[in-house]
């Protein structure tokens, strides 16, 4: 009974992907539960790492890095190198099929996360399309950039030491541990054009921004701009 228990709660674990999203949605609502952050209120928090989740649960990095490196490393990256298509495209395939495994739960758990917890997205459909425009393109951008940290495998054994630091500055620099509107100085500005913001945090901060911008700041609707996150009521 207790191995097919563990059994079960390792597909769910691995249906959702990981939970790390939900551990700083928890953090951010505590912080948030007197008042406003910097402007972020707590169904802002809400909605952003609910969107977190789906990003960073449906990125295609680590798998392009893993197996890229191991196929390098056993020898079987030779034989793909004669097939005639790049040989990213295989652990890329795999990692999307793992995707595709994981999107049914991400479908149910991400918008019962909102409705329960008081969250908040845009009903427009064109901020919608943007959000999943905007992922996409990030997707692409970040597993191009795996792509090349996976290449480090021709010169070191331990490829994967590399990706353990691709990882920490996606925490960061994508916005997992927080919006990047919550960083000092002019870090906000500079980090919102890299490839790592667009495919984790920028299609959260679409969803979550409109609702409270019409609200707070009396905003049209044609006025809302996607790379702003915070407003004060005017």
């Not at 972020?40 to 449906?58: E, K, M, N």
């Not at 959260?204 to 609702?211: I, K, L, P, T």
Request: aromatic share 8%; hydrophobic share 55%.
């Amino acid at each position: 009974i207790q191995a097919r228990a563990a059994y079960r709660a390792q597909l769910a674990i691995g249906a959702l992907g990981w939970v790390v999203p939900l551990a700083f949605m928890a953090l951010w609502r505590g912080a948030s539960d007197d008042g406003a952050v910097s402007g972020v209120t707590q169904s802002q928090f809400t909605t952003y790492f609910a969107i977190v989740l789906v990003t960073t649960s449906l990125s295609l990095g680590g798998g392009i890095i893993f197996g890229l490196s191991d196929r390098l490393h056993d020898g079987r990256l030779s034989a793909m190198l004669l097939r005639p298509y790049h040989p990213v495209i295989v652990p890329a395939a795999e990692e999307l099929a793992g995707n595709v495994y994981r999107l049914p739960m991400l479908v149910v758990v991400v918008p019962t996360i909102i409705i329960v917890a008081g969250g908040q997205t845009t009903g427009s459909p064109s901020d919608v399309a943007l959000a999943v425009v905007v992922t996409v393109l990030g997707v692409a951008a970040s597993s191009y950039l795996s792509a090349m940290v996976a290449t480090i495998a021709f010169w070191m054994t331990k490829a994967h030491g590399v990706q353990g630091l691709l990882f920490g500055a996606e925490w960061v620099l994508g916005g997992m541990i927080s919006p990047i509107a919550l960083l000092p100085g002019a870090l906000p500005s500079i980090l919102a054009h890299q490839p790592l913001w667009y495919a984790c945090g920028a299609p959260a901060m679409v969803n979550a921004a409109r609702c409270d911008f019409m609200a707070l700041a009396r905003m049209q609707s044609s006025l809302f701009f996607a790379d702003a996150f915070v407003a004060q009521p005017g």
